[in-house]
Every structure is written in C-alpha cells, then in structure tokens.
C-alpha cells in the first residue's frame, strides 16, 4: 500500500492538511494511508485546532465506515502522529533572550553575544512566544534550526520518532512513500519550519542510505491573504501583511540555493488577489476559513506521486481568470470535479435528508416509516430495526458530513465575485446548524454553468435516488443496515 505523510507547518500548513484529508476521505489519493503530523509553536491555534478536529472525525468515520471496498467513501485509512510543538522543550523560557541564556552567551561568548544582538532587535529577543514566531521567519528559524533528529528523547520528541521510524519500516518492507510537506513562506512558522524541517528530514534519510527511495515534495504558500494590526495586543512585534513580499523573496532565495538535492518537487501555490481576514495573535481565535489555494496544495500530493525522485523541480499551475475559478482550471479537472461533487452531494443528502429521516423513522416506528420509504426496506430489518447499533456510526457520519460542508461552502465562497465551484451559501449556517433553502435537486448544488433539461433535473432528485435505493441492482453486495445505507447512496449519487 502507498504510505504518503503530510507535514502541515503552521496554521496555513494546517489548513492545506485539512484540505488533504477531506480529500483523501473521497479517495483522490487512491489506496493509501495518509500520516498526519502538524507542527505549530502555537498549540492553541484555531487553524491547527480545527485540523484536528477533522482529522479525529475522519479517523472516526473511516473506523465506522471502511468495510466496503466497493465505494471510494472512506476506502483508506490515517494515521495520526500528533502536533509538534518546536518551543516543547523550552517552555519555561518563553523569549529568545530565555532560550538562549542571553547574559551567559555575553559573558562566555562575547562575540557571539554580539551577533545576537546584530540579527534580532530587543523587541524581537523579548517577544513573547506562546502564540507562536509573529510572522518573523528569522525568529522560526533560528528555534526550528535547533532541531535534531537523532536526539529528540521528550515527549515531543517521541512524535518524531515514531513518524521517522514507521517511513523506515515502509521502505524496508518495499511500499512506496511520499512525504508532502505543507506551508506559507509568507509568515513565521512556515517560512522557517519548511526549509529547515526538509534539510533536516533529507540528511537523516542521506545518512541512512533511504533518501533516493521516496518522495519529498512540498506545497509552498505564497501570500494569499492579508490582515489589519490585530487588536488584541500591545505588542509590537507581531505578523504585518507589509513584510509579507519580503518574506517570500527571501524563503524563495533561500529554496533556490539550497533546496536542490532536499525536495524531489516543489509547488508554488499563491492567489493575486488577497483575502482579508481578521487578525489575531494567534491562539484558538485565529482560525481563518478555507481557501481554495490550500485545495490546490493539497491537490499537488496526487501529481508528486507522477513525477521523478532525485530531480529537484518547480511546478505552477494558472487559473482562465484571475476573477473566478472554473472547474476546469484545476489539475485533472474532470477526476477532481467527479470526487469533489459526489462528496458535496452525498454530505448534503446525508446531512439534510436521510439522517433526519432516519430520526424520524425510530420516531414514528420502522414499519410505519417503510410505508413511505421503500429504500429502508432494503438496509433495515422492519421488527428490529436495532437502532442501538447504528447510533455511534450515525453519529460519526453526521460530525463528518457537517464538517466537510463547512470546508466546501468556505472553499466555494473565498472570492469577492461570489460562489466558484460550488453553490452552498443557501445553506446557511451549517455550523450553527441553522441550513434553509436546501434543495431536492443536488444537481444544483454545483456550479458548473451546465444547463440540464428538466429529465436531468429530474434525475438528479433525491426521490430519483431514493427509487434506485430499493432497486437491489443499482446496490453494492454489502453491507446492509447504516452503513450499507451510506455507501450506497455515495456509490449512486
């Protein structure tokens, strides 16, 4: 089985992470386990928070819903390697002034001393780091440098333990890996954890003879957004969009000295024009919404899987129209659309249509419910339709459906000219669960500037779905009950 492990570096690394699992719960990547490993010196960012929030809801989901290989739904699994947090080992110094004994470096280095004093200001040596490096790649640098692979005993450090030792026993039993790392270059964590951490990975696999038999590939954020001076603190070293271009001049000139030899595929991702979000310094309130950059990261582990090892490269892909986003403006348009749209259109008809039937069949009574609904003929037993058992896996696959419509109707609407993709404002507010306006007719929910003729329409209803369900033809062999229910209507829809 191929293993491919993201590394999400950051809360923009994060969020391309989230997009990668949401893809892989549609089997874009194909039969595949997916590692998740984040990395963040912020441990209450929103971005990484909800990240793994969805990632447990997906590892939850593929538990309750991985038997039937028949359906691309949940068809392989994750792994979950946990958050590392480079600061772990240092947190009751929380300035560079603490980490690195400033007084002591005066007095038994000098020079040293001196030189400290020369690349970072007083205001950066006595910054605070609990909400992570403050947009200063000079500050992620000089903490994520410290790093070594070899000798990390704590807690922390376990984490990258047992990431490293699991790719050694992948490529010693002959599966093919790839590593994806994920990141902005554009802000602090990012701009300094993607050169340092794939230097770092690149020479402990050269020194174990394994480098020349994977993948290492990156997403590379370029600016895709900007913020005001956030409001919450006094501080003065803290993200400013106006160090946003030469931050990414100087991680790009970094990348083109160095990164030859490191990564074997390196994807420039980046949007002209900005999104504006609100700022904070960090911590759980800052949690931007999906962007549709961080799909076109996430879409780049599927062509690294194409392209050749040892040959450091550069891809860019370009959009029709810098205003808008068509389908076919996506790598491998027609396959990407197909995942994408099933995957919104089963969520919908999950979440808004056959989960609160389902309520409404324990609530009036199996057999009175079949009258009406034939299809639960097919999936439940009429004299005991043994609720008990499905409630765990229904209420997993609710948690799932709403979080992945949350990221679709984000990802459709980050453009000021309105809804690309998809068409899914009109359901409102689904984390408040507060939806209005949902439509029979799924085919509406894709904005593809396609026409039907009203027999389409029609065969796009979900009663037309509904039909298909109780023919034991259109059905996968197994299984029944929940679950079955589920993958058929993924496999049909």
């Given at each position: ?92 110094e929380t300035n560079l002034q603490d980490i690195f004994n400033k007084p002591a470096l005066n007095v038994n280095s000098p020079a040293l001393g001196k030189l400290f004093d020369a690349l970072y200001s007083p205001q950066e040596q ?225 979440l808004f249509n056959f989960s609160l039937e389902l309520d409404s069949a324990k609530q009036i009574g199996a057999r009175k419910f079949a009258t009406g609904a034939p299809w639960f003929l097919r999936f439940f037993d009429l004299k ?110």
């Amino acid at each position: 089985m191929r293993k491919i492990y993201v590394i999400g570096i950051g809360g923009s690394g994060a969020k391309c992470v989230e997009a990668s699992i949401f893809l892989h719960c549609l089997g874009v990547y194909g039969e595949a386990q997916l590692g998740v490993f984040l990395v963040d010196a912020d441990s209450s960012n929103g971005n990484s928070q909800r990240t793994q929030i969805n990632l447990n809801n997906s590892i939850e989901c593929y538990e309750n819903f991985k038997q039937v290989r028949e359906s691309d739904f949940m068809s392989a699994g994750f792994k979950n390697y946990g958050v590392w947090n480079p600061l772990a080992d240092v947190v009751h110094e929380t300035n560079l002034q603490d980490i690195f004994n400033k007084p002591a470096l005066n007095v038994n280095s000098p020079a040293l001393g001196k030189l400290f004093d020369a690349l970072y200001s007083p205001q950066e040596q006595q910054a605070k780091l609990d909400v992570g490096f403050r947009g200063r790649p000079p500050i992620g640098s000089i903490i994520m440098s410290r790093t070594n692979l070899d000798d990390l005993k704590d807690i922390q450090g376990a984490l990258w333990q047992k990431l490293l030792t699991d790719i050694e026993t992948d490529k010693g039993n002959g599966e093919e890996v790839i590593i994806h790392l994920f990141g902005s270059v554009f802000g602090g964590t990012g701009a300094s954890g993607i050169p340092t951490l794939a230097t770092l990975l690149s020479n402990y696999f050269q020194d174990k003879g394994l480098r020349s038999g994977f993948h290492l590939n990156a997403s590379v954020l370029l600016p895709y957004f900007g913020f005001e001076k956030p409001q919450d603190t006094e501080q003065t070293i803290f993200a400013e969009t106006k160090f946003f271009a030469l931050n990414t001049q100087a991680a790009l000139q970094y990348l083109t000295e160095n990164a030859n030899g490191v990564f074997d595929t390196v994807y420039l991702v980046g949007n002209e024009a900005k999104e504006n979000y609100r700022s904070f310094t960090g911590g759980a309130q800052q949690q931007n919404n999906a962007h549709f950059v961080e799909l076109y990261a996430a879409m780049a582990i599927k062509n690294g899987l194409e392209q050749p090892i040892g040959q450091t490269q550069v891809a860019y892909i370009s959009r029709t129209n810098k205003d808008g986003l068509d389908w076919e403006d996506l790598p491998e348009s027609q396959y990407i659309k197909s995942k994408l749209a099933k995957g919104v259109r089963f969520a919908c008809a999950w979440l808004f249509n056959f989960s609160l039937e389902l309520d409404s069949a324990k609530q009036i009574g199996a057999r009175k419910f079949a009258t009406g609904a034939p299809w639960f003929l097919r999936f439940f037993d009429l004299k005991n339709p043994n609720w008990e058992s499905h409630a765990r896996a229904k209420e997993v696959l609710d948690k799932w459906t709403r979080g992945f419509l949350i990221w679709a109707q984000q990802i459709s609407g980050s453009f000021d000219q309105g809804e690309q993709l998809f068409r899914l404002k009109s359901l409102g507010n689904i984390q408040a669960n507060q939806q209005n306006n949902y439509r029979e007719d799924l085919s509406e929910l894709i904005n593809d500037g396609l026409i039907q003729s009203t027999a389409e329409r029609r065969n796009d209803c979900l009663d037309n779905f509904k039909n298909q369900l109780t023919d034991q033809k259109m059905q996968l062999s197994q299984p029944t009950g929940l679950v079955g229910l589920a993958h058929n209507i993924f496999y049909i829809i």
